[in-house]
């Protein structure tokens, strides 16, 4: 996932990040979607086949507002992963992210296992690096605008995501743990290729958002909790490693953050919104799309078919797909933006969130 300055290298850190969210608990103790109904229509007066998901996305066509979020590359089973990953990206139209290439800034002998994914015609490509890669961390040389020049070129990308990880690097001891400068060194970059800010499991609020958008980033990616916990992934590494300190900060931090939903509405500043943390389902992704999200983003719930094969990929995300054509339906929403201009109800912690000012 994110990057980490764990000891060992970047390469064996990524695998044992897909090992343990494929067999380890890391969600988060709630899914926020669940706070979230929309609300039915008895009389849709659209006919079913006739509902269009496509919409448009960072200038692009797509067939539905649901991309694949970032997660893996720099280790030789991730290949298999993002060509998997592509190989549905292309034939469903949707936008696909690849995992943070600093494995391949750093070694370009791995530049293989994320370049697969230029193979295939996906018709919005994103390229990834950390944020706090972006200053110096303990000695380490900070990555500039020529590096994100090449983690884009490396894949043919249309964006590049800057991931925003603080939560787990600091739930590690050794993790990376700068944070002053990160956003000049984001407004930097912005200001020679289309940048998106994403979160990693932790949520940006409306204040963040303003200050991303200020830095002139072209869409934000919330993150939010509700998914994947990567706390709770740390916790499960420094648990393995017996590292007493990583254990405790992991469990402690497991379920902080900022819920997906109540993310998607602060973050709502004038630029493009993609609903990521916890995305399950096609139904998840209409209340996204309802509480204004341009796009739903989902990892964790792809990544076993991802470690599968490609038409395991390809059958779950047409059945989100699917899921997202009734969902329009049954509020006689016709097309993306029917939906998103729904009513629905917020109810739980995310209403209490929400309610405040
Ligand atoms: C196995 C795995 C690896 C990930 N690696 C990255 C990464 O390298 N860079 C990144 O920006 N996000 C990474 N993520 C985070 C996701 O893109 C996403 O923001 C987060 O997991 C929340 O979505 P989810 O709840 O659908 O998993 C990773 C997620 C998973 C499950």
């Not at 979230?36 to 269009?52: A, Q």
Request: hydrophobic share 40%; charged share 20%; aromatic share 4%.
């Amino acid at each position: 996932m994110p990057d980490s300055s764990v000891k060992g290298s970047t390469e064996k850190r990524k695998g044992e990040h897909v090992d343990i969210v494929l067999s380890e608990p890391v969600n988060s103790a709630s899914n926020y979607w669940d706070d979230v109904t929309l609300i039915h229509n008895s009389l849709p007066e659209i006919d079913f086949d006739s509902i269009s998901t496509e919409t448009r996305f960072l200038g692009r066509k797509i067939n539905a507002p649901i991309m694949i979020s970032g997660m893996t590359g720099g280790f030789e089973r991730a290949r298999g992963i993002n060509r998997n990953l592509a190989e549905a990206a292309s034939e469903l139209q949707i936008p696909m992210g690849v995992g943070s290439q600093r494995a391949a800034l750093e070694n370009p002998a791995l530049a293989e296992t994320y370049r697969i994914v230029a193979d295939y015609d996906v018709p919005v490509v994103i390229a990834n690096i950390g944020a706090p890669q972006l200053v110096g961390q303990r000695g380490k040389r900070a990555y500039d605008v020529e590096d994100a020049v090449r983690a884009m070129k490396m894949i043919d990308a249309d964006a590049l995501a800057i991931h925003m990880n603080y939560l787990q690097e600091v739930v590690q001891p050794e993790g990376d743990r700068v944070a002053s400068g990160v956003i000049s060194a984001m407004e930097r970059i912005a200001g020679r290729m289309p940048v998106i800010a994403k979160e990693t499991g932790a949520g940006i609020s409306r204040k963040t958002a303003l200050r991303l958008k200020k830095a002139g980033v072209r869409a934000i990616d919330v993150g939010g909790l509700g998914g994947t916990s990567w706390s709770a992934v740390e916790y499960h590494r420094a648990k393995a490693r017996g590292n007493e300190m990583g254990e405790r900060l992991g469990k402690t931090f497991w379920n902080w953050g900022i819920p997906t939903p109540v993310s998607v509405a602060e973050a709502n500043v004038g630029l493009p919104v993609i609903a990521s943390g916890g995305i399950r389902n096609g139904l998840d992704a209409a209340k996204a799309i309802c509480l204004g999200a341009s796009c739903v983003g989902l990892a964790g719930a792809l990544i076993r078919s991802a470690s599968e094969s490609r038409s395991a990929v390809i059958t779950e995300l047409q059945g989100i797909m699917e899921e997202l054509r009734v969902a329009m339906f049954l509020t006689g929403s016709a097309n993306v933006r029917n939906l998103s201009k729904k009513e629905c109800v917020v109810s739980g912690m995310t209403g209490v969130w929400m309610g405040l000012d």
